[in-house]
């Protein structure tokens, strides 16, 4: 599962009655290959942020890290998500006026709607919501719907 930026991409869905909804970005379920080179990608940034490390294995690091990149920039150029996929949608606003929070839980309470239409085995759904600094998480399942009382501060 990879932590994907699709606020410019609407994802797909086998349900031609299924509104548009587009979430800020999604942890959503990717193929092997994206998630290998995910996992190289990481790998040789823990090499290059490593203490002990000589230089040169640092170098040949960055090296390969530019590889990866480039290699991970290609795969997702025609990466498409679906709402098969997508297991936990967020929504980003810039400022944490009362209008924006409410507006950007209704968008993520719609987004929840669309995992559970299409994942009819989902038993609950997680959102996230984040206003400037404060964090909102929601949880759904078939029944209702419940918010965290208090904004998370994620600076505290």
């Known amino acids: 599962m990879l932590y994907l930026d699709i606020h410019d991409i609407t994802p797909t869905s086998q349900n031609p009655q299924t509104p548009i909804g ?13 998630m290998a080179v995910n996992e190289e990608i990481k790998k040789q940034e823990r090499i290059i942020q490593g203490t002990g490390v000589t230089v040169a294995a640092k170098e040949k690091a960055k090296l390969e890290l530019s590889k990866q ?26 400022k944490k006026s009362p209008t924006d929070w409410h507006g950007a839980v209704d968008q993520a309470m719609s987004y929840i709607g669309h995992v559970f239409m299409e994942q009819l085995d989902r038993r609950f759904a997680f959102a996230l919501v984040l206003c400037r600094d404060e964090l909102t998480i929601l949880m759904c399942d078939r029944s209702g719907l419940m918010v965290t009382k208090t904004p998370i501060n994620i600076h505290k």
Request: aromatic share 8%; proline share 10%.
């Open 22 to 34: 587009r979430p800020d970005g999604a942890a959503a379920t990717v193929n092997t290959k994206v």
């Open 69 to 94: 990149n480039s290699e991970m920039e290609t795969l997702m150029k025609g990466y498409k998500p679906s709402w098969m996929g997508i297991h936990v949608p967020y929504e980003i606003k810039p």
